[in-house]
């Protein structure tokens, strides 16, 4: 079956806000195995996968949501970097949702979920994840789409005790609760292991079918997913999300600290994927790529910002982001041959274009690794 993908803005309802809890069988045609309608998060992870994959083994009509954040790590990274090329490109939700035949609508987030990542009610976890805010954020717009589309029930994948922060067993109740999903939240993984829901309660879905997992191992996981038959899928143990990694969380937290304000646009949370960043002045910093592909994506970025490359030799693009006067620009120069591959040349002829246009060619001897102070690195090197 083939896959549909649905992407534009988000429609909002007006709605009362009620208990859906008293709403039990009393309409006996509508709990008729087939006759309801379940949305799943679709992460592109095997827990969503099978989490949906054992609501539609049910004869539950299923469809998807994607949630577009900016902050995930596939179709970005993995397309950009050429040395990522002998790996398989794809968007793993969509994939995924070919997979089980179901359709998947791509919802765009971005300037709605900047409020989770920079004032998060519930804090972060290990570096910038607002892991719990986030699942409540994400629940509670499948169950604004549910609404407008008459839905029934939202699926997702959680597991209890997988996620320290969302998905331990005293958190999965705020999420209920704070999404306004109550009991129409429905954890097909580790239901049995929670009090029975209203799909559950009501017999649209039969509770035996579901899974007590619990705890950090992916062992139960992957061996439901060897019963479905499912070989192939994004490797279990990562996560999806840059916040939750502490390179990408460091250079965040750099921007922030250096504008003096907590606020992002989708171009910065873009160019914090890629490259080495670098801040040899507390002004400005570089961003040098590290391969063909960074170098092409980086060239896309050079009409708004001071861009340096190497032409003697073989080397990166660079991005120079904040102010610089001429002796801050021999010095980024000098810091983008060390790069190249004259690293080992007594010196190096750079182009440098500064943002109103002006070029100009400097012969500059490269820095030296010991030249270059560990402090001057953002994140990773």
């Known amino acids: 079956m083939p896959v549909f993908a649905h992407i534009g803005d988000f429609h909002y309802l007006c709605i009362i806000c009620y208990d859906y ?3 039990l069988d009393n309409h006996a045609d509508k709990n008729m195995p087939g006759n309801h309608k379940a949305v799943a998060l679709i992460s592109g992870g095997l827990d969503s996968m099978l989490a949906t994959k054992v609501i539609l083994e049910q004869g539950i009509h299923v469809e998807g949501i994607n949630f577009f954040t900016g902050f995930c790590v596939e179709g970005h990274t993995h397309a950009i970097r050429k040395k ?11 994939w995924v949702a070919e997979q089980l035949g179901i359709k998947l609508h791509f919802i765009d987030v971005i300037d709605e979920y900047k409020g989770i990542v920079i004032n998060p009610k519930h804090g972060y976890g290990a570096n910038m994840n607002p892991c719990l805010d986030c699942k409540g954020f994400m629940v509670k717009k499948a169950k604004q789409w549910m609404e407008e589309h008459r839905f029934d029930f939202i699926i997702t994948g959680e597991v209890m005790g997988q996620r320290p922060m969302s998905q331990r067993k005293n958190a999965m109740p705020i999420v209920a609760r704070e999404s306004g999903a109550y009991d129409r939240l429905l954890r097909p993984l580790c239901a049995r292991l929670l009090t029975p829901t209203l799909p559950e309660r009501a017999g649209w879905v039969d509770r035996e079918q579901l899974f007590d997992f619990s705890g ?11 019963q479905y038959g499912i070989n192939d899928y994004a490797q279990p143990a990562g996560g999806c999300c840059f916040l939750t990694n502490e390179h990408y969380a460091a250079k965040l937290s750099d921007l922030w600290l250096t504008r003096g304000r907590k606020e992002y646009e989708l171009e910065d949370i873009m160019l914090l994927k890629v490259g080495r960043h670098l801040r040899p002045r507390p002004y400005f910093k570089l961003i040098i790529g590290r391969e063909e592909g960074e170098n092409n994506f980086l060239n896309g970025y050079r009409q708004r910002y001071t861009h340096i490359r190497t032409l003697s030799h073989e080397g990166p693009t660079a991005l120079l982001e904040g102010h610089a006067d001429n002796t801050d620009l021999k010095l980024a120069a000098q810091v983008v041959a060390r790069f190249s591959q004259g690293r080992m040349a007594p010196s190096v002829k750079v182009h440098v274009t500064v943002t109103n246009g002006e070029t100009r060619t400097l012969d500059v001897v490269p820095l030296s690794n010991n030249e270059i102070p560990a402090s001057w690195y953002i994140g990773a090197a």
């Not at 490109?89 to 969509?94: M, S, V």
């Open 21 to 23: 809890r008293p709403l």
């Open 216 to 226: 950090r191992s992916r062992k139960p996981q992957m061996a439901l997913a060897r």
């Open 84 to 94: 990522s090329h002998s790996q398989p490109k794809r968007n793993n939700a969509l």
